[in-house]
C-alpha cells in the first residue's frame, strides 16, 4: 500500500498519559496535515507542514498538542497530559505543493479513560 | 474567517431519485472549492473539485460565487452514493483545507 500510512490505528490511553502517534505521507509529498474528528463531525484542521516547516497551527489546538517533521518526511503528534476530551479520530493527510488534493490516512482513533 | 457549512446532517432519497448536497462558504477572496466523500470502512477521499469542472461517479458541483454556494448534485441516485459527503475550502493552492461538518446521504431502496 502506497498510501498514506498512521499507526497505530488504535489508542486507548488513561487520563494525563501522553501519547504519540506517526503518520507516513505519500513518498514525494510535501504537505502534511493533521486532523482531528470527533463523531457527528467533519474533520477539524489541526496543523500543516511543508516538508519539515510547520505553516500554521491551530488556534484551537492546546500546548498540550506538538507536531512535528523533522526530516519533511513522516511526522508525529504528541499529545501531553490526555484528557478525555481528547478522544478522537487524529487524521493525517498528504499533498503536492500547488495540487490541493489531500490523500488521507485511515486514522488513528484515540481513547482516554 | 473561513467557513463551511454543509445545513443537512442527514439527506435520504430514493433511488433513482436527483440528489442535491448543499454547500456554502465563507471567504474574502478567490477559494477552490471540493467534495470529499467517506463510504462505510473507507478512508477520506476526494470526489471532486470546482476547478476541474469534471463529473465523477455521475456527480457535478458548480461554484455560484454570488451565492457563495457548491452544491453536489446526481441527476439519479444509486445504491452505492451511499456515504459521508464533506464540503471542504481552501484559500490558494498554498493554504490549509477546511471542511464542513459532513452530509450523511442514505439511498433508500
Known amino acids: 500500500d502506497t498510501g498514506v500510512s498512521q499507526d497505530p490505528r488504535h489508542k486507548i490511553t488513561k487520563r494525563g498519559q501522553n501519547v504519540t502517534f506517526r503518520c507516513d505521507p505519500i513518498?514525494?509529498?510535501?504537505?502534511l496535515y493533521w486532523y482531528r474528528q470527533t463523531l457527528g463531525q467533519g474533520p477539524e484542521f489541526l496543523t500543516y507542514?511543508?516538508?519539515?516547516?510547520?505553516?500554521?497551527k491551530s488556534r484551537l489546538l492546546s500546548d498540550r498538542f506538538s507536531a512535528e517533521r523533522p526530516k519533511g518526511s513522516f511526522s508525529t503528534l504528541e499529545i501531553q497530559r490526555t484528557e478525555q476530551g481528547d478522544s478522537a479520530m487524529y487524521l493525517c493527510a498528504s499533498s503536492l505543493r500547488g495540487k490541493t488534493e489531500a490523500f488521507f490516512g485511515q486514522g488513528t482513533r484515540l481513547t482516554v479513560v | 474567517a473561513q467557513r463551511v457549512t454543509q445545513p443537512e446532517k442527514l439527506l435520504s432519497v430514493f433511488k433513482g431519485a436527483p440528489v442535491e448536497l448543499k454547500c456554502n462558504y465563507s471567504?474574502?477572496?478567490?477559494?477552490?472549492l471540493f467534495w470529499y466523500v467517506q463510504y462505510s470502512r473507507q478512508r477520506l477521499q476526494l470526489l471532486l473539485r470546482h476547478i476541474s469542472r469534471e463529473s465523477i461517479k455521475g456527480f457535478t458541483a458548480d461554484l455560484n460565487k454570488g451565492e457563495t454556494s457548491f452544491h453536489l448534485k446526481k441527476p439519479f441516485a444509486q445504491e452505492e452514493d451511499s456515504a459521508m459527503y464533506y464540503c471542504a475550502l481552501s484559500g490558494s493552492r498554498d493554504d490549509k483545507i477546511i471542511f464542513g461538518k459532513g452530509t450523511r446521504l442514505h439511498i433508500l431502496p
Open positions: 471567504y474574502s477572496g478567490s477559494p477552490e
Open positions: 507542514f511543508q516538508n519539515e516547516a510547520q505553516l500554521e
Open positions: 513518498s514525494e509529498h510535501n504537505r
